[in-house]
């Protein structure tokens, strides 16, 4: 999605280079009327074209307007009447998630053909401004690779001649998906060292974002070429989609590389956050945090509130109902228990949400918080459970009340107040947040944590929020290390990177080199980056998306079992909902139960098919390049 930026942008990033005054910057002309030439021989004027070409990179999770994607998957529920159809649908369409900007492609490769002849510009801009313009063209060949596969490979404009009527010069075959990343892997390595090694440096490239962007891409690229034999029908001839096993070694080689140079701090000092004593609000905090204490981040889409500044509505859009600053319209990113108990007890062990013991008979628990109890911090660092604190007031979750004789008294209102069976005197009888079948209230049990902005005002459409998205950042290189490591062989170096992660969430029992498992990575990285954009393309390069969405139900021996395994089935969005029990003279009266629930609007299951591997290449684009090969299994 494009999005345009201010002036006040520009003017920030200006200040950044130091190229001009903010008063000398705003009396620059419209680009789109300043010769090349000129445009050209003024930083100042190339650096407001770059910004601009920053800002239309593109992510396939976002916190503008994005937040229905964090909302698929079975990872969470979407409270939205609108948005229902992410769970009444069977399955996605082959076109979705698919990218094919070959203009932004253009205006890149014009850039760098233009910032290269200018004779106006010294030598040390024009390399710092083509080694930004050639990492933002890598990575939006990334984006490309991971949707499309191999794409055409088009590194300099394209000049079409009306007068000859011949458009085969211009018409570019699919280059294979194995070019396509060692293109990314390679623009990295020549431009590293081009790149400022800078820690707080965010929003610009720099060796560390470059890095990270090699890391990722080689890891991808090394998965599917090992994984990839397990599905061999997603692949063509001629390799434009589909990795050769053999090359998976020098892939992951290269991963570790690149991780490892950031890691050794050669890229700046980037460090894992940790800056608060509760684990969990550190956690939370790490996503919110803009200030020089946060030398976790390595590129992000940053956001300025204020004056012309670019905000975005995710505080609005997803904040608790019941103190929501907009009167209610709020709520709509709702986690489901799949993701909720994926999250490890403390001794390294999976283990549903206790709800039951084992006999089958309801626990009976003083609070809401305590069924979360011995929990990895990250839970309630990533999702605001019943009664969780935000914005210094306490979320109000919780279903109704449980009577003796095992029914539920509540309604369909949510904060609603009656009387209960055999007393005179209103009381609330369920949650202000719900659950009840109602938008915008928790009908998982739960609203989301991650990327929630506290700060005055942020919660309201006339402000909103500046809190950035990260699209690089430490802990996932340290992920990204472990995993390259442990396919390789090094155990002991991937069991290394994995137990600092863990550490900072307060799984401070060392996992062993032999405990180092597939199984492990995966629940590693599910946890850590859950809502950051990975969930799809993870399990995706890992071949195993057709399982995990096999397009069955989910039952609740589905759900409960299994649990910490890579290839567990998740095609519904589960929630737990707490009750109050009602007993009067018996001793659980006033404590909480709870009851797995799946909410009945969920009718439909996540069904990934081959063909959903790599999204479709549309025919307006075949029919004016027959060069393109179409997609397998499609």
């Not at 080694?131 to 300099?156: C, D, H, Q």
Request: glycine content about 10%.
């Amino acid at each position: 999605m494009k999005k345009i930026l201010s002036i006040t942008i520009f003017t920030i990033l200006l200040g950044m280079a130091g190229c001009k005054k903010d008063s000398e910057f705003l009396d620059v002309p419209p680009i789109s009327v300043i010769p090349n030439d000129v445009a050209f021989s003024d930083p100042a004027l190339v650096l407001s074209i770059l910004g601009d070409l920053y800002n239309r990179q593109v992510d396939f999770s976002s916190l503008d307007n994005g937040w229905r994607s964090f909302a698929d998957f079975s990872e969470s529920f979407p409270s939205e009447n609108g948005s229902y159809f992410l769970v009444t649908r069977t399955g996605w369409g082959y076109g979705e998630w698919a990218e094919w900007n070959y203009g932004y492609i253009r205006e890149l490769n014009l850039f760098i053909q233009r910032d290269s002849a200018s004779t106006a510009l010294t030598d040390a801009d024009k390399t710092a401004f083509m080694a930004e313009a050639r990492f933002l063209r890598a990575n939006y060949y990334f984006e490309l690779v991971k949707r499309m596969g191999g794409v055409p490979l088009i590194t300099s404009p394209l000049e079409y001649d009306p007068a000859k009527g011949d458009v085969s010069s211009i018409q570019i075959p699919r280059a294979k998906e194995s070019d396509v990343y060692d293109f990314i892997i390679s623009e990295a390595e020549a431009i590293k060292n081009q790149l400022p090694a800078r820690a707080d440096q965010k929003s610009r490239a720099t060796k560390g974002a470059a890095l990270a962007m090699e890391a990722r891409a080689a890891l991808y690229a090394g998965s599917i070429a090992k994984y990839g034999v397990a599905t061999p029908q997603v692949s063509l001839p001629g390799g434009e989609v589909g990795i050769p096993a053999a090359k998976s070694a020098a892939y992951f080689t290269i991963a570790l590389r690149a991780a490892q140079e950031i890691i050794t701090g050669s890229a700046g000092a980037y460090k894992l956050y940790q800056s608060l004593p509760n684990l969990s609000e550190n956690f939370a905090t790490l996503f919110i945090d803009k200030s020089g204490v946060n030398l976790e981040s390595i590129f992000v889409e940053d956001f300025r509130a204020g004056g012309a500044g670019r905000t975005h509505g995710f505080t609005i859009n997803d904040q608790p109902y019941s103190f929501s600053d907009e009167g209610g319209d709020a709520g709509r990113l709702n986690p489901s228990l799949n993701l909720v108990q994926s999250f490890e007890k403390l001794d390294n062990t999976f283990a549903p949400i206790p709800s039951k013991d084992g006999a089958g008979n309801p626990i009976y628990y003083d609070n809401q918080e305590a069924i979360f109890a011995g929990r990895d911090a990250r839970l309630a660092g990533t999702v605001l459970l019943p009664n969780g604190l935000f914005k210094g007031s306490r979320v109000d979750i919780w279903a109704g009340y449980l009577l003796a004789d095992g029914s539920v008294f509540t309604s369909d209102e949510a904060g609603q107040l009656k009387k209960l069976p055999g007393t005179s005197v209103d009381v609330q009888v369920v949650g202000k947040d719900g659950p009840v079948n109602i938008e915008f209230r928790a009908q998982s049990g739960f609203y989301i944590r991650k990327y929630l902005d506290p700060t005055v005002g942020s919660g309201r459409r006339g402000r909103g929020s500046d809190v950035s998205f990260i699209r690089y950042r430490f802990g996932e290189v340290l992920l990204n290390a472990a995993e390259a490591a442990f396919e390789l062989g090094q155990t002991a170096v991937a069991a290394g990177y994995i137990n600092q992660v863990r550490a900072r969430a307060g799984l401070t029992i060392p996992l062993t080199p032999a405990q180092i498992t597939f199984d492990r990575i995966v629940n590693e990285r599910r946890v850590e980056l859950a809502f950051e954009g990975h969930t799809l393309y993870d399990k995706k390069r890992w071949r195993i998306a057709h399982i995990v969405w096999d397009g069955s139900p989910t039952g609740l021996p589905d759900l409960l079992s299994n649990l910490g395994s890579a290839t567990k089935k998740s095609t519904q969005p589960w929630g737990l909902w707490p009750y109050k029990v009602h007993n009067p003279g018996n001793p659980n009266n006033g404590k909480w139960v709870f009851r797995e629930v799946l909410p009945p609007v969920v009718s439909g299951t996540n069904r990934f098919q081959l063909g959903n591997y790599y999204s479709n290449i549309n025919d307006d684009i075949i029919s004016r390049n027959t060069k393109i090969i179409r997609q397998p299994n499609q």
